[in-house]
């Protein structure tokens, strides 16, 4: 009999060497994350394949699975303890090794598995530990998949079958990068700084830019995994400023940035200006309606409000769907709904057919991004951003708030703003115009500035997002208005980065 796992073991003890060591909190909405050995020991993770296994045969999935890690010194170390568990509920694992969160994806349809388990912490600092997991391709699991595991896990309630078996799938990588290179060359012979923070796409992305007909100029892809020189986020601005120096410097015609799975890319025009993704999201919309027009499209809660009012979206009959952040979230809708593609503020980008597999994949998004400049050969990077309605928009703030009362701050903070429109109170010097209320709050004004306030799913924090299309006073009034209501409660600590 398998013990249940504890929550409260410290390393070096002999209960830590004999007991399976898994923080509740680790269960996340949509995937899983633990800082090891803090919250999660290697017997943790022989519980969390048992559990995993266990569900996948109680959906009716046939027990077959793909893992794979990422680049970092303990990941192989998981992935085995996870494989151990896995086998011992009776699945077969394909390991396709050192991988990116994308490739685990396409082993799924290119070696005709149901279920993924993919070893990684994606942008998280080092210490940091986690899953990405699905048993219904292209869609990865939400709130109800992984609370049904957690039940699992915490309480035990293993169902293990035996049975199993594992295979390593070699060099799988190559069949990867050749599934993304079997399309023709650009016609535009682009320079491209392809930064990979020292994370695992360095091992992917320079080769795939390369052989589409880039000219590519590597910023950190050589494999590191102590990060040292920043974390491979491309939403920290750490390392879009040093994307932002290479491509001045080397007067290249964008900038694309990896983060540490390779599931998002950020990116930086040629003028070194970085984009956000949302309106990243905007620009190929534009490019992807004028090809296929009338498409719809789906952007989570963080993103700007130019999916709606943008004129040429308007102009091709696009149509976007406002959803739930978060990448399960969003591939499900896009999926659901049947809509071309998704964006995501975090840079998650989804493509459904012909343009992909309705799975997040960071160089693909690379692609449409290079795609989209070798249409418009007579356009750079920056008019294309340029030629967009002008928004002033803040990073995404995350101040600090512990995963144990975080929903619960979220829910007051929409309880607040729900009663403010009540009583017609003013935010930011006027009248609520719209409140969004399916993930957090997202509150708009009568002249379409908006905030938003939601409960970060990955990590024990808030998000903070705030725009307008008037003027950067009007944001800043706007921040000023958000965080005004955060401060009343104490729990909230302060901001990874501000206005």
């Not at 700007?304 to 976007?320: H, I, M, W």
Request: with cysteine.
């Amino acid at each position: 009999m398998f013990p249940k796992p504890n929550s409260a073991l410290k390393p070096n003890t002999y209960a830590f060497e004999s007991e399976p060591l898994v923080k509740p909190t680790g269960f996340r909405e949509y995937d899983a994350r633990w800082l090891l050995d803090k919250e999660l020991n290697l017997m943790g993770v022989q519980a969390l394949g048992m559990g995993l296994g266990t569900l996948i045969r109680q959906m009716g999935v046939r027990p077959e699975i793909v893992t794979g890690h990422d680049f970092r010194a303990y990941s192989t170390a998981v992935k085995m303890a996870l494989v151990s568990g896995l086998m011992a509920a009776g699945c077969k694992v394909h390991d396709i090794g050192l991988a990116l969160s994308p490739m685990a994806y396409f082993a799924q349809f290119d070696l005709d598995v149901p279920c993924v388990a993919m070893v990684t912490a994606s942008h998280n600092d080092n210490g940091w530990t986690g899953m990405k997991m699905g048993a219904d391709r292209p869609r990865t699991f939400g709130p109800d998949e992984i609370g049904r595991l957690k039940d699992i896990v915490m309480n035990a309630r293993f169902e293990l079958a035996g049975g199993g078996s594992y295979g390593f799938v070699e060099n799988f990588a190559a069949r990867y990068i050749d599934d993304l290179t079997n399309r023709p060359k650009l016609e535009r012979r682009l320079k491209v700084v392809a930064a990979c923070g020292n994370g695992t796409a360095g091992a992917f992305a320079p080769k795939v830019l390369e052989t589409i007909g880039c000219e590519v100029v590597p910023l950190d892809c050589e494999l590191d995994y102590t990060f040292p020189k920043y974390n491979p986020n491309p939403e920290d601005m750490k390392m879009l400023h040093a994307v932002r120096d290479e491509v001045q410097r080397t007067r290249a015609d964008v900038g694309l940035a990896f983060d540490g799975d390779g599931d998002r890319c950020g990116v930086v025009d040629n003028e070194g200006e970085e984009i956000f993704a949302d309106k990243v999201g905007v620009m190929l919309a534009r490019d992807i309606s004028s090809l296929h027009p009338g498409a719809t499209f789906v952007a989570d809660v963080k993103s700007t409000g130019l999916f709606a009012t943008d004129p040429v979206l308007q102009k091709n009959r696009a149509k976007t769907d406002y959803w739930k952040t978060g990448h399960s979230y969003i591939k499900r809708r896009v999926n659901e709904i049947g809509a071309i593609a998704g964006f995501e503020k975090s840079g998650h980008f989804f493509f459904n057919a012909p343009l992909g597999r309705g799975y997040d994949d960071g160089i693909v998004s690379a692609l449409a991004v290079c795609d989209m400049l070798d249409r418009n050969p007579g356009k750079s990077m920056a008019q294309l951003k340029n030629a967009l309605p002008k928004t002033w928009q803040s990073p995404t703030m995350s101040p600090y708030c512990d995963d144990e009362v975080k929903y619960r701050v979220v829910d007051e903070v929409v309880k607040h703003f729900q009663a403010a429109r009540e009583k017609q109170e003013k935010i930011a010097g006027q009248n609520i115009r719209d409140l969004v209320t399916v993930n957090g709050v997202r509150v708009t004004v009568e002249d379409g500035t908006w905030g938003l306030v939601r409960a970060s799913s990955n990590k024990p924090e808030l998000v903070v997002v705030v725009e307008s299309p008037v003027s950067d006073a009007r944001m800043r009034e706007m921040f000023k208005a958000v965080d005004h209501v955060l401060r009343a409660h104490k729990e909230v600590g302060p901001y990874n980065q501000t206005i």
